[in-house]
């Protein structure tokens, strides 16, 4: 038997380093800004990290990664070199200067010859990911080893929630000395440290029933729902632990929105009266104490703890909207919008609803959201969610390519980042519309595993149900989509997927009510204006259902029943047979043949 190969391991100070803005700064002017970057990292870093006894790991693309033996030596260096970085490039017009952002941590590491692993070098990177350009963001595990040893101040930025990193980190923004003495006066006070975007900390729920043996619900609520907001994408949520020392105390949302350093406060209540419960909720905003949104649940109690997932999920998801919006309207008001800012943009833009101009317009934003940081994951999956409803809603004849670019971003995604919940359903959506329902099912259900709030996935499982002939099943997976979410912005999407389906059973009649639930939802999706002017033809009604169709081509002057026979999602007979009776109620309808 073999001895087992024996794996060096040692505790290190890690310091990760990029620079800010690189992409921009090489898309603009590729050659000058490959030198600027070379000769800062030979004339500043390089000196400082052999000056503290450190060593310089790899370089990795625009940044690097270093080690030391020592926290304080590794503090010391990146004020150093970040010191000196901002004098030699002082006299650089604002948008075209170089600035390291940088992250420290202390962890136990695996040695190789020419590189280091664990999750202390994965902390130290997403440190750096959120620091400033220009400064050093360390964990608290470096931070309790240079407290009172290093001469410099730090500004408690709380508990952070980084990407694929399963427990928050508290981490310290370094107060560091600076060239321009108006600048460091400004940092010199953590209250104008910027708020993460989606950054929010959900208080404790109050408990209104006066019933103590109810406070575990109660508390309940609170902690799912903030475990359940860290999985939106790009969220920053205050740990629990934090949130809960404002347990019972009267309090400033101003000033714990300073304290915490956050955009966002969510408060709420729960009151039970005998078998129903009310839950109410605000949405704040931190900086002015204003009211954002506000909605209330009644639901009557029959498990409490299903209960409580049900009541987290609508909150999760609702909040997930509203966030989007809030972050959208900021960003249009930006001066210098970054990429997180196209990024905010373009998905409210899709949450408005899809039509061509809607979607050029989303996909414009999230391709400027790449060409600043084409590592964007978000606005990578932006751009496949374009395509993917594109191609899914019969905007273009060229469906089948959209598609195929859809599957094509977000397979890249997903193998920069396996565990989107988003990208993992949409690709499921892709598969579902190109005959591929087993595998899209598939998708949808790990989708649902990484986050089981995902409403949309629910109700894309009961479109790929009427695509493999099962039309019956259908409408129980929507209904599960809208117990999770009954007022999601894709309810009329949901509702008009059950229309069809009715219409594969022959139930005209209940698919001509699903259909006009879906035009109340939103009277602009153009493929619901068919689909009952479709059912209403079958059903004798021809002058409505010619209304109808006039309806959906004032919104989709180009559709025709053609286009609309080419995105047949699969070759089940039953699905076909189902399909022909709409394209025969089409032709009653007066759509155009193409």
Known sequence: MLAPVRVERRLAAIVAADVAGYSRLMHENEEATYAKVTALLADAVAPAIAEHGGRIVKNIGDGFLAEFPSAVEAVRTAVQFQTRIGELTIDDAEDRRIAFRVGVNIGDVIVEPHDIFGDGVNIAARLESIA????????????????????????????QNLKNIDRPVRAYAVLQEGPNPPVQADRARPAVLPAPRLSIVVLPFMNLGGDTEQDYFVDGVTENLT????????????????????KNKVIDLKQIGRELNVRYLLEGSVQRGGNRLRVNVQLIDAETGSHL?????????????DTQDEI??????????????????????????????FYFRGVALWNKGITSESMAQARSFFERALALDPGNIG??????LVDASIGAIFLADDRAAHLAAAETTLTKALSLAPNHALAHMILGVVQIFTNRAIQGIAECERALALDRNLANAHAAIGFAMNSLGRGAETEAHVNEAFRLSPRDISAFRWLQMVGFAKVQLNADAEAVTWFRRSLEANRNYPITHFGIAAVLALLGSLDEARAAAKAGLALDPSFTIRRFRLGAASDNPTH?????????GMRLAEVPEG
């Open 293 to 305: 949104w506000a909605e209330r649940f009644d639901k009557p109690v029959t498990d409490l703890f």
């Open 227 to 246: 475990t359940d907001l860290s999985r939106i994408s790009g969220a920053f949520v205050i740990g629990r632990h934090t949130a809960f020392t404002y």
């Open 379 to 384: 606005a990578m999956v932006g751009v496949g």
């Open 312 to 341: 987290v999920a609508r909150l999760a998801n609702a909040l997930d909207a509203q966030l989007i919006a809030v972050e959208a309207r900021r960003a249009e008001r930006s001066r210098h919008p970054d990429a997180m800012d």
């Open 132 to 159: 400033e350009p220009g400064g050093i963001c360390i964990s608290s595990a470096a931070y309790d080893q240079i407290r009172d040893k290093i001469e410099v101040e730090f500004a408690d930025l709380g508990e």
């Open 576 to 584: 076909l047979a189902g399909r022909e009776r709409v394209y025969e």
